[in-house]
């Protein structure tokens, strides 16, 4: 063992000596269950069990388990195992070892060792039994938590849906005793499988729900609470334990992507410069306090969803802040994880595509790493709750969003940001979309010098054609566009947000105090019935982010040693030190903006509706002609 920074790396002479014993599980064990009282043995001819009519709940049996030849049963029939086979029984086989192993390492880091060995010389008594019972049982966890965790990390491929009733009974008496009710259970979710990757599918399956299971009995465990803190590494299988925080998911591939600089946008000011602003935010993050100084402070995006036409830039921006995330994390050494969900990961299963979306979830928010994920396309991956026509799987991803980015065990650390991206957000369920913090309209070029700037920024260098008069990307330049897109908003935009603030300036002049803030806000809420308290919630969050708009020194990211390795504390004053108040300025374009997208979203599902209805009354008409036409014609029986 050896021990550096927190982190507990495995030998191979730590799992080595567990080898036969892993060996020995694979091959051939012995369980004791309940007895349901249904026979093994089906009747003959008609498919169905015998259930005898004397109870036998209370029983229990004993029943032989042989792994390695349940695995190689498995069709086609070969006297030689497939690749999928042999790494299945390999990586279980390792497994156990590695298992034990981790639960060795518990029982030095307790006192479970020495109890041990008083143990066998004499019975201990009292608090002392107690205490050795209770750390038995939680090396007993610890193992089975390893073990399932190393199954879902090592083994390749997509988890089929786990079946209702088939929660892992586990035994928490010893390690072993825990490890063969994993082994067991194992064996049975694949024994009925048709082919080698559906017996993947189904060992990966049966991985996690164990792990959910074991999550959900951890409170039962009053001595894992320093074992929760540990960090467990082993190099060779690419395998890492955190301790209990975020079910282990699919091992991370590293990160191919086509990065783009933010001299390669044209337009979308506003958006620019708030993503350029969150990936430097995204940076303090402290990994020993696990909490981010800006999440502190206000101001900290957890959520975010940016709208617009088709082609105005949504991919470019996410290829930018990715970017800039990566090359500030390689800077840091920090481990960085992007990850993307569409409707590609929406499955015809049941449950498969909430399974998706909550795995999404956990690989983003991971304490141990810089995480940003995207929804692409929500319109298509999260239906309406009041959609009909959406699938299950739809369904099924509105909620497991909504659960993690406002639900009730959602904690925000500041490591990670979520951004949900449409053509369409009048089509998001209005719950989810007002769990989204900010509110980024990316509307691409639009005045005339943008588009001379995205022309010859496109265009390239291979021609000889002249500029002409134009000072190239000038209009670009970050601080003065920011600053006349900010003041654009000091007035509303929308027909119906201009309708409220005309009658609030005529009643109460230009806003002065926060009165007059808050009588504001009421009438948007009496001409929009959604502009509800969440709204005001993300409104004030998007203030505190302006009290935030600062330039962080570039030298801060150039080295780690200035702010990105500093402690906590220090980050936490040297950012203070650069915070200014807040104006009544930006609280009017702040609530403006959002407002503004919410009459927005409000008017086009208006506008889409009233298409529709003329569109049925186009086709309701000319089916009358077509009726009245066949009955002059004598052919409308």
Known sequence: MSQTAGL???????????????????????VVSSDDGASRTSLAGTGRRFVSTVSTGGMRRTQEVELAKTIASLPPQDPMLSIPQHTLLYRARRGIA?????????????????????NLGAPLQGEEAQRFRDLLGASSYVAAFTFAAYLLQTLEGESEPAEEGDEPKIEFDTP????????????GAISSASDAAAMTARARAFAREAIEALLARIARFAALSGFAQSHIRLESDNFTLDGFEVAPGQRRKPLAMSFKKPHEIVGNHLAKHQAMRLSRMIMAYDFERQMNPFVELGGFLFTFIGDGAPGTGKTILIQMMAGLINEYCQVAGYAFHYENFGVDQISSYQGKSGQNCKAFIDAVINPRAIGFGTIDDIDQVAAKRSDDRASSGQQEVTAVLMEAFAGATTVVRGNCSFGMFSNYPENVDDALRQRAGARWLIDGPQSEADYIDIFALLAGKNHAIPLGSHDLYASQEIKRAVKSAYEDHSRPDEDGLAAVWERFEKAHGAPKTLRDIGVYLHMIKQAEPRFTGRAIKNITDAIKMRAMDFDLPDDWFETPEPFLHKPYDEKLAMISELREPFTIDMVMQEINRYADSEFRYTDRADDAAVTDIIRRERQRDRALKEITAMKEDGRWN
């Not at 507990?8 to 012995?30: F, G, K, Y």
């Not at 072993?176 to 064996?187: T, W």
Request: hydrophobic share 40%; aromatic share 2%.
């Open 176 to 187: 072993q005793d825990a490890l063969k009710s994993l082994i067991a259970g194992l064996d």
């Open 98 to 118: 590695v298992a034990l192993a981790v639960a060795d390492t518990f029982g030095r880091q307790s006192d479970l060792e020495d109890l041990k060995a008083r």
């Open 8 to 30: 507990t790396t495995l030998s191979e002479d730590d799992i080595e000596t567990h080898r036969s014993t892993a060996q020995q599980m694979v091959t051939r064990i012995v």
